[in-house]
């Protein structure tokens, strides 16, 4: 009863609902503007978290990544271009349906079933993590080193087309992990003389490296008149009617919204996979198929419940077990991390008002995001989509390196931002995702310190690995890890012999 | 522009950089050479996997090649030197002269613009840079680099 009104005073605090105001406004900015993601939102916006309170820095954050995966509708809708990847699949009946003159009817439906799908992914966030936090309890050093592992398989699988390269990529993020003091030992390693990198590389300023600057070497090298707006009609009454709509199709809310939720848990998918996996079931599910791709209402209330249900979803493995479901998860992990709170059981017991306030201020930032969206959407989208590249790239440029050097007021770490975003260029035109290089970068000290920690463990038994193979629970994360890995080979010899079989 | 076998390059790429970590392994304590030894292993091995594939059936296509390759090109430069002189110059002088170079160089239609169009970017991005100075140097207590300039 005390915990669940100290929540209650702290959501409601003047200062608190105007961040999540701001930061669900400032979240669907970033979206908006194609090249900007959730990660890129919630990254350039940790810095200036570092000073609030731990409560008010976790609900900028959360707003944000709500309003980032919104966000990335207007564009998707109005020009064509999925402002996130999470708004892919929003392309494919939005835009026809703003060609018909209806961006404003795509818009609203957009808003409804993104507010949907966001409140069924932290209704789920708030009544699993205590149940999996518990489990979580039962997590031991082996334990830890296997759902490190399941994480990276399914990373190496999903964010690469070519699963050999997402291996790569993920050992090299590995590898990078270990720049810097041993968590277990002390020794300095691969420091390269540079004493700057004793405290090894920051999460945060590889992310904004790797994902920020080759987009912005793309997006200029694509050329500074890339961006085109497209006029936005708006009409009365059409919030009212689309409302009514959109829940004539409960089966297709709540299935989208159950995807969106489940590919969300999983660690390394994410809105991008959501959103199409979603639209594929809904095309599958509707009588009327031919519909899909010339503007109908069922594709964009499927792809944009998905993908806001999984910012909820994607934060329960990150409090529970401190796997970040998503990069954006990820920047929040090091957000949490900087304020003194370690994902696990300790956030629900200790911190748990902190923890609480976190996951039900995102429920009202879903609320508030329908109100901001449909008043401020279209003009929003006026403003964004009108910014010619020529200030955008610059801008955002300015942005990283405020971003980066705000972290620990280390000019270095900037120098490390812009080598990861040169690094992450060339990897990029090589064919590697920085999706798997960046889950192998976050999972690499938790393998590491569970490997280590197991070894020690172990130090006793005549065989010192059959630590890791006696456990039952990392028992049952070998043999997830086995078909995570194996799942994807299987599906591309089909796919290979379904494509012979057709050629034939 | 000739595709190029991306595959090799990447598998070679990833061999050199697994070499020179392991040229760095130095003496590291048992413990605290498990992991990275045997994540350099894994990328070798993985390393010499992508190799293989390369030579059986390779992944081909154009590298570094964009509509307007030069204006990347100039943006790179520009962002490191911005990044480079930052200490130097200090960062609110060289983020203005920076973002008004890539600013002016991306325009398509600088030749037409007159002094008081760039006088007027230039505003904007003063502005722009200030407000952010300011609020970090003084809402967020964050010291950003200073040089000889400012």
């Known amino acids: ?504 | 522009m000739k595709e190029k076998n991306v595959d090799l390059y990447a598998s070679i790429l990833m061999l050199v950089i697994a070499g020179i970590f392991w040229s760095q392994m130095g003496s590291f304590t048992k413990f605290g050479a498990i992991f990275p030894r045997a994540i350099i292993v894994l990328l070798a091995i993985s390393s010499i996997g992508l190799f293989v594939k390369s030579l059986l059936s390779p992944e081909k296509k154009t590298i570094f090649e964009h509509k307007e390759k030069l204006d990347a090109v100039v943006f790179l430069v520009t962002i490191i030197l911005w990044v480079v002189l930052m200490k130097i110059i200090g960062f609110v002088v060289i983020s203005i002269i920076a973002y008004f170079v890539i600013t002016t160089y991306l325009d398509t239609e600088r030749k037409n613009r007159t002094i008081k169009n760039h006088l007027v970017t230039l505003g904007f991005i003063c502005i722009q840079v200030f407000a952010f100075y300011l609020v970090f140097s003084i809402l967020l207590h964050v010291p950003v680099p200073h040089g000889f300039l400012f």
């Not at chain 1, 932290?122 to 518990?134: D, M, Q």
């Not at chain 1, 000019?411 to 490390?416: A, G, H, L, R």
């Not at chain 1, 049952?476 to 796919?495: D, G, H, N, Q, T």
Request: hydrophobic share 50%.
């Open chain 1, 1 to 504: 009863m005390e915990l669940a009104l100290k929540v209650l005073v702290n959501i409601f605090a003047i200062k608190n609902l105007i961040l999540m105001l701001a930061g669900t406004t400032f979240g669907m900015m970033m979206g908006a503007l194609p090249g900007l993601t959730a990660t890129m939102a919630v990254a350039l916006l940790v810095p200036f978290t570092f000073t609030m309170e731990p409560v008010s820095g976790l609900i900028t954050l959360g707003a944000i990544y709500g309003g980032a995966i919104y966000g990335g509708c207007f564009s998707a809708i109005l020009v064509n271009t999925p402002g996130t990847p999470s708004s892919i699949g929003t392309t494919f009946d939005g835009f026809p349906m703003a060609k018909k003159g209806e961006g404003d009817r795509a818009i609203t439906i957009a808003t409804i079933a993104s507010a949907f799908g966001g409140i069924i992914g932290v209704l789920v966030l708030i009544f699993l993590s205590p149940p999996l936090a518990k489990a979580s309890l039962k997590f031991g050093p082996p334990e830890y080193f296997w759902v490190s592992i399941f994480g990276l398989t399914i990373i190496a699988s999903l964010a690469s087309k070519s699963i050999i390269k997402g291996i790569v990529g993920g050992i090299f993020g590995l590898l990078v992990s270990t720049i810097g003091i041993a968590p277990i030992g002390g020794d300095v390693r691969f420091t390269f003389g540079l004493s700057s990198f004793q405290g090894g590389v920051q999460l945060i300023v590889a992310l904004i490296g790797f994902f920020c600057i080759p987009e912005l070497i793309k997006m200029v090298g694509d050329g500074a008149q890339s961006m085109h707006a497209m006029e936005v009609k708006t009409r009365k009454g059409v919030f009212g009617r689309t409302f009514r709509e959109v829940f004539k199709m409960p089966g297709n809310l709540i299935r989208s919204s159950i995807i969106g939720t489940i590919v969300g848990i999983i660690p390394g998918a994410g809105g991008n996979i959501a959103n199409l996996v979603s639209y594929n079931e809904a095309k599958r599910a509707s009588k009327d198929q031919e519909k899909f791709g010339t503007g109908c209402m069922e594709g964009i209330v499927a792809t944009e419940a998905a993908n806001n249900a999984t910012v909820g979803s994607g934060m329960v493995p990150l409090v529970t077990l401190g796997i970040p479901g998503a990069p954006p998860a990820a920047i929040i992990l090091g957000a949490l991390m900087l304020q003194g709170l370690r994902p696990g059981p300790e956030l629900f017991s200790t911190h748990a008002d902190i923890t609480y306030t976190f996951m039900f201020s995102m429920l009202i930032a879903n609320i508030m995001m329908v109100g901001v969206g449909v008043l401020g959407g279209r003009g929003l989208h006026k403003v964004v989509s009108k910014l010619p590249v020529r200030f955008l790239a610059p801008s955002i440029f300015f942005l990283t390196i405020l971003g980066s050097y705000a972290i620990r007021n280390n000019i270095v770490d900037v120098f490390v931002m812009l080598g990861c975003g040169v690094i992450g260029y060339i990897l990029r035109e090589l064919g590697f995702h920085p999706g798997p290089i960046l889950l192998g970068l976050i999972l690499g000290s938790i393998a590491e310190q569970g490997l280590v920690q197991s070894m020690l463990m172990s130090m006793g038994r005549a065989n010192r690995w059959s630590i890791f193979f006696t456990r039952p629970i990392s028992l049952i994360l070998i043999v997830m890890c086995l078909v995570s890995a194996i799942w994807p080979l299987i599906k591309e010899m089909r796919e290979r012999k379904i494509g012979k079989e057709a050629a034939k």
